[in-house]
């Protein structure tokens, strides 16, 4: 298992940024896919981006892409999403998940698919 803490939601206004940050710690960092989803009030929980083993593969949602940027340190085992352009649509706990991945390149979708989550970060965007 890894344990996963998300940080660095707030209160922007729409057309800000901001970034929140996930960090692992447990079991070796480097052997998980990781993925952003987040939940509304009121709304299913739902995909956002998700980021492959290596960082070199990453998978948007069509509602985030070319506004959201993921990455993450492997090295500080640190999960990282920028957003840009927010929206008050984005408005939601966003929570980070990972998957132990035995491909270095896969990226994965699905909730079902994680089996370790953080407790979430609130994001708020007011219009």
């Known amino acids: 298992q890894v344990q996963l803490v998300e940080s660095g939601g707030g209160l922007v206004q729409a057309g800000g940024s901001l970034r929140v940050s996930c960090a692992a710690s447990?079991?070796?960092?480097?052997?998980?896919?990781m993925a952003w989803f987040r939940q509304a009030p009121g709304k299913e929980r739902e995909f956002v981006v998700a980021i492959s083993r290596s960082g070199g593969s990453v998978v948007y949602a069509e509602s985030v892409k070319g506004r959201f940027t993921i990455s993450r340190d492997n090295t500080e085992n640190t999960l990282y999403l920028q957003m840009n352009s927010l929206k008050p649509e984005d408005t939601a706990v966003y929570y980070c998940?990972?998957?132990?991945?035995?491909?270095?390149?896969?990226?994965?979708?699905?909730?079902?698919?994680?089996?370790?989550w953080g407790q979430g970060t609130q994001v708020t965007v007011s219009s």
């Open positions: 998940a990972a998957k132990t991945s035995f491909l270095r390149t896969a990226t994965y979708r699905s909730g079902r698919d994680y089996d370790n």
């Open positions: 447990g079991r070796t960092y480097i052997n998980y896919a």
